[in-house]
C-alpha cells in the first residue's frame, strides 16, 4: 500500500519552545522527569494531530528528539561513548554525552550539512561494541497507532549515521558497517512486528561526496536490507540536493521508495534513475526556505515526472524542522510580504494542494492555485527589492575595494598600538544573557519600559561586565552584548530589507533556539548599528575593547535569503552596510573589529565541484566588509562548530589579523590543518567549550595551550574560548574565565 501527501519530518522543540523550557527545566531542578516526558508527549501528539487536520495520508514519527536525532540513533544501536557508561540512568547518560557533566567530556558538535542545525558527532572505535535498542522508536510507533495514526518511522540509516561519525583511533567509521547491518534488520523486523506498515530511513549523505563509492556502498547496503523477510517497506529518503548516481543505485535494488529533492535536485536524475516500480516521494515544497511556492511550476514538474515512476506521492524537500512553525504569530507582516511566504504550517498546505491537484486536477484547488499566482505576481515590481543607490554603489566596486596591505606590516603596526602581552586573552563577544536582561526586552517590547530606561539599564549590564572582566584580568575586552537579541538579527533590525519575525524560532542545537530573519530586499544601513554601545564600554576602561560585528556570509546563512538574485549579489550588498560600520567604529576610537564568519563552512556546497565558486564569493564579501580601515585597525574574525578542513584555505583567505575558532572538543586539531596551508596570522584557538555547562579547570586549558604552542608560535597565539558566552551563566563564566586567565599566565612563566 502506497501513500500520496506526507513531509519528510517536522520540528519538535514547539511552536512556543515548549520543549526548550521543559529541558531546561529538567537540567535546572525545577521540573520533574515525569513532567518533561509530559510536556513531550503533547508535542508530539499535538504535532501529529496537525499533520492529519492537514490532510497527510502518511505521518513520520520517531523525528521527535530531547535534544538531536544523530545522538538519539546513537543510543538506539549502543554507540554512545564509553565515557558515558557509567551514568545509570539512560536519559541523564543520553544528556551527558550532549552536554558533558563536571566529569565527562561531551561529544563534538558539528552543523547538519548546509543547515544551521548542529548535530553530535558520534564516536566510533574500533572497540565500539554496537546493541540494539528500539525501545523509544517501538514506543512512538506504539503511541502513533493508538491514536490511529498512518505512522511512519523515521530512522537516521546506517551510511549518514557512520558517514557523519568521528572514528577514534584512526578508524574509519564506514568501515564498520557490516556490523551495523545486523541491528538494523534486527529493528526493520521488530517494527513490523509492532505494526509499522512504512519504514524510513533517512540518507542525506547520498546528496554529497563526502566519501568516495557512496552509491556502490548504497547499493549493497539497501539490496541486503530490503532482503529481510519480514520488514515493512521501505522508503529511503534523501535531501538537501541532487543524490545523482546513488538514485539509480537504490533503484536496482528492491526497496519499496525512494524520496527526493525536487527543489535542489534534479528532476532529470529522477527520471533516469529506473524508478519505475517504486514510490517516489517527490519532495517539490522547500522545507528549508520559507517562501511561498510557485503552485503552477511544482504541478508542472510533477506532472513531467509521474509517467516515470512507480507512484507519486507529494512531500516536502526536507524536514520542516529548519522554518518556523506557523505565520499565524507574525502580526507585523505586511499583507504583500506575507504573500510571500510559507512556514511549515502554510508548507503542510501547499503539499496538500499540489497532492489534491495532481489527483484531481488543478481546478479541484483553484483558490489554492489563485492566491498562490497572485501573491507571487507583487514580489517582480516591489521596489523594496530595488535600491538605484545601492546597485550604483555596487556597480562602482574594485577589486582594490577589497585589498588590506600586507599583512605582516598590518601586524607590526597593530602591535605596536595595541601594546599586548605574550597569549593575550579575550572572550568571543557575548557575555550571559542573564533573567534580568530579557526581561528588560520584553518590558521595551511590551511597552512597560522606555528607550531611555531600557539604554540605562544596558549601560549598566556593559559597566558590571566591563568591572568583570578587568577583575579576572582579561586582555581584551568585549562589552557583553547585552543589548543583542541574536547575532544575526540584532543587526537584521537595523538594516532596510530584513524582516524580523515575532515568533519564527527555529532550533538550532539542542535546546538553542533561533529567529532567523527574512532577508527579502535590497539591504542598507540607515544609521550606526553598534558604535555607542562600543565607545560606551571604551570610555569604562584603559584596556582596548573590541567592535563586535556579524559578517556578510552568517547574515546570509542565519537568514531566511531572498531567492530572486544570486546569493553573491545579496552577500556584497550586506558586506557594504558592515563595511560602513567598520569605518565608524575605527572614527570613534575602537582598535579592534571582529567580523564573526562562524557560517563559512555551513554554507558551503554539498559537491566538491561547486564549492570553488561559493568560497569566492564568500571571501570576497568579507574583506570588502573589513577592507576600508587603516592598518593600526586589527581585524579579527571568529569561526565555530564546523568541519573546518574543508574550508582551510578560505580561512587564510579571509585576510584576517586574528582568526579565533572552535578547537576545545576536537583538542586543537584545527591547526594542523592551518599549518599545512601555511597559516601566518594570529590565531585563537578555543580552550574552553562554552556549549557544555561543564567548568574545565586551569590545568585543562594549561594543556590545551600546551598543545596549541606545539603548532602555533607564542607570538602569534591568542587565549579565548570556543564561542561566545551568552547561553551560559554568570557564575560559570567568571570561574571558567578566571582559570583561562590562570592558565595562560602559567604558559607565559
Known sequence: ??????????????????????????????????????????????????????????????????YDQMLDMAATLGALPPRVAAIADPLDRYFAAARGTADVLPLEMTKWFDTNYHYLVPEIGPDTVFGLDAATVLADLAEALADDVPAR??????????????????????????????????????????????????EPILVTDAHDGLAALAERVYSRLSAVAARPRLLVQTYFGDAGDALAALGRTDIDGVGVDLVRGSVATVEAAGLADKLVVAGIVDGHNVWRTDLDAALAV???????????????????LHVPYSLAPETGLDDVLRGWLAFAAEKFDEVVALSRALTDGRDAQAAAFDAARAALATRADDPRRHDADLRARLAGLTDADRIRTAATQRQELSRAHLALPTLPTTTIGSFPQTGDIRAARARLRAGTLDAEQYRAQM??????????????????????????????????????????????????????????????????????????????????????????????????????VRDDQPLAQTADQVALAIRDETLDLQEAGI????????ALRELLPLRATERAAYLEWAVNAFKLSTAGVNDETQ???????????????????????????????????????????GFAAEVGPGVYDIHSPRVPAAEEMTTLLAEALAAVPADRLWVNPDCGLKTRTTAQVTAALTAMVDAAKAVRA
Open 459 to 560: 549601560e549598566a549590564e556593559i559597566a558590571a561586565v566591563i568591572a568583570l572582566q578587568e577583575q579576572i584580568g582579561l586582555d581584551v575586552l568585549v562589552h557583553g552584548e547585552p543589548e543583542r537579541n541574536d547575532m544575526v538579527q540584532y543587526f537584521a533590525e537595523q538594516l532596510t530589507g530584513f524582516f524580523a519575525t515575532a515568533n519564527g524560532w527555529v532550533q538550532s542545537y539542542g535546546s538553542r533556539c533561533v529567529r532567523p530573519p527574512i532577508l527579502f530586499g535590497d539591504v542598507q544601513r540607515p544609521a550606526p548599528m553598534t558604535v555607542d554601545w562600543a565607545v560606551y564600554a571604551q570610555g569604562l576602561t584603559d584596556k582596548p575593547v573590541k567592535g563586535m560585528l556579524t559578517g556578510p556570509v552568517t547574515i546570509l546563512a542565519w537568514s531566511f
Open 153 to 202: 518511522p523515521v530512522v537516521i540509516g546506517p551510511i549518514t549515521f557512520l558517514g557523519l561519525s568521528k572514528g577514534v583511533d584512526d578508524l574509519v567509521p564506514l568501515d564498520r558497517i557490516d556490523d551495523l547491518l545486523p541491528l538494523y534488520e534486527q529493528l526493520l523486523t521488530d517494527l513490523a512486528a509492532a505494526g509499522a506498515e512504512w519504514v524510513q530511513i533517512d
Open 591 to 598: 582598535g579592534i573589529i571582529q567580523v564573526d564568519e562562524p
Open 635 to 677: 581585524i579579527h574574525t571568529h569561526l565555530c562548530y564546523s568541519e573546518f578542513g574543508d574550508v582551510i584555505g578560505a580561512i587564510a583567505d579571509l585576510d584576517a589579523d586574528v582568526t579565533s575558532i572552535e578547537a576545545a572538543r576536537s583538542h586543537m586539531e584545527v591547526l594542523d590543518d592551518l599549518n599545512a596551508i
Open 1 to 66: 500500500m502506497g501513500f500520496h501527501t506526507t513531509v519528510t519530518g517536522t520540528a519538535r522543540i514547539g511552536a512556543d519552545r515548549e520543549l526548550k523550557h521543559a529541558v531546561e527545566g529538567y537540567w535546572a531542578g525545577r521540573l520533574s522527569r515525569e513532567e518533561l516526558h509530559r510536556v513531550a508527549a503533547d508535542l508530539r501528539r499535538s504535532g501529529r494531530q496537525q499533520l492529519l487536520a492537514a490532510g497527510l495520508d502518511s505521518i513520520p514519527v520517531n523525528t521527535f528528539s530531547y
Open 302 to 320: 510533477l506532472t513531467d515526472l509521474r509517467p516515470h515512476v512507480g507512484t507519486l506521492a507529494v512531500s516536502t524537500s526536507c524536514s520542516t
